[in-house]
């Protein structure tokens, strides 16, 4: 009798962590990480209003990419900041947000 009630003792307790009512104690108490989110410069020139921005933004992508961060979770973030310095040359600063 008394290894019978140790092995039904067993089985419920194996049954409990499968169904994961028995590890509800240990996953109560996890959280999850904070996510993070940090902001990137960069500055670009070229010919066209156009460039100059593509440009500012590949290199706000590559400061972010440096910092761990994936290309696939960077967004542009306000408007770029363009300025022409000449006919055919034109200065910008663009922002990405980044999220991990």
Not at 19 to 38: H, I
Not at 68 to 95: D, K
């Amino acid at each position: 009798m008394k290894r019978s009630f140790v092995r039904l003792t067993f089985a419920f307790v194996a049954v409990l962590g499968m169904t994961g009512v028995g590890g509800a104690a240990t996953a109560a108490t996890a959280s999850p990480a904070p996510l993070t989110t940090e902001y990137f410069s960069g500055f670009g020139t070229g010919s066209s209003a156009w460039t100059a921005e593509n440009s500012a933004h590949n290199d706000a992508y590559t400061k972010a990419s440096f910092a761990g961060y994936a290309r696939y979770t960077c967004f542009p973030s306000g408007i770029p900041y363009t300025r022409q310095m000449s006919q055919f040359m034109y200065w910008s600063n663009a922002t990405v947000r980044c999220t991990k």
